[in-house]
């Protein structure tokens, strides 16, 4: 069956270091891929997309890449800041005719000042 | 612009009672979703819509789960009877199109935590 792994329950960074975010996936070969922010109490927030003809992706300080030989895509966060801790999710469409989303666990990110 | 809005925030209930939760998605976005998500996992999802077709249910317990899309807009997931392993937070998400449209990203409602008893 098709598995999503987010290596690392919880990752802590000191403020200012790149955090890096693992997904592994297996089985399935992923149209695209996306990855999300949760706070306590509330829902995902998108950041950043990924299709599978894509090897990187950016936006501001957040870096993804996608690695359809490997199955895997790493999340870096830049310059890292206490505000950016929080649960970062991964999802995979691993749908062929139609889409099918899953998601990873998450990894909960700490960025100690 | 609104985000999409789900109701109540919270619930209570004893087990073997029933429970709905609402939904309303960002307006004009066809796709509509509904997770369930456990303490500690990532949200896994029961259905999907688009407009008012189901197009997945494949995780949808039926036994005790439903949900409704009318007119393709608001949607209601309802559990009868609710269990104890019902428990869990209830995440209504939507978007513009599903896969290949260029407009896959998911927008999240706040979520309804439900405790059951």
């Known amino acids: 069956s098709q598995k999503i792994e987010q290596n690392s329950e919880a990752l802590n960074i000191q403020e200012g270091k790149t955090a890096t975010l693992t997904c592994n996936y297996t089985n399935y070969s992923p149209a695209y891929l996306q990855w999300y922010r949760q706070d306590p109490g509330r829902g995902p927030v998108f950041l950043l997309l990924i299709r599978e003809n894509e090897k990187e992706k950016r936006k501001e300080r957040l870096k993804v890449t996608f690695d359809t030989t490997l199955k895997q895509s790493l999340f870096h966060i830049t310059a890292s800041q206490p505000a950016d801790s929080a649960t970062y999710l991964c999802a995979l469409d691993i749908g062929s005719s139609a889409s099918k989303i899953i998601f990873g666990s998450g990894t909960r990110l700490s960025i100690r000042p | 612009e609104a985000g999409v809005v789900q109701s109540p925030r919270y619930k209570i209930i004893e087990k073997k009672q029933p429970v709905a939760f609402w939904c309303n998605p960002i307006s004009g976005h066809n796709t509509l979703y509904w997770y369930r998500q456990n303490l500690g996992q990532g949200p896994e999802l029961l259905i999907r819509?688009?407009?008012?077709?189901?197009?997945?249910d494949s995780q949808l317990p039926k036994d005790r789960f439903s949900a409704e899309r009318l007119k393709g807009v608001d949607s209601t997931l309802k559990i009868q009877p609710a269990e104890l392993g019902d428990s869990a937070v209830y995440l209504c998400?939507?978007?513009?199109?599903?896969?290949?449209?260029?407009?896959?990203?998911?927008?999240f409602g706040p979520g309804t935590r439900l405790l059951v008893l």
């Open positions: 819509y688009e407009n008012e077709e189901a197009v997945d």
């Open positions: 998400a939507s978007s513009l199109g599903g896969t290949g449209t260029g407009e896959e990203t998911q927008y």
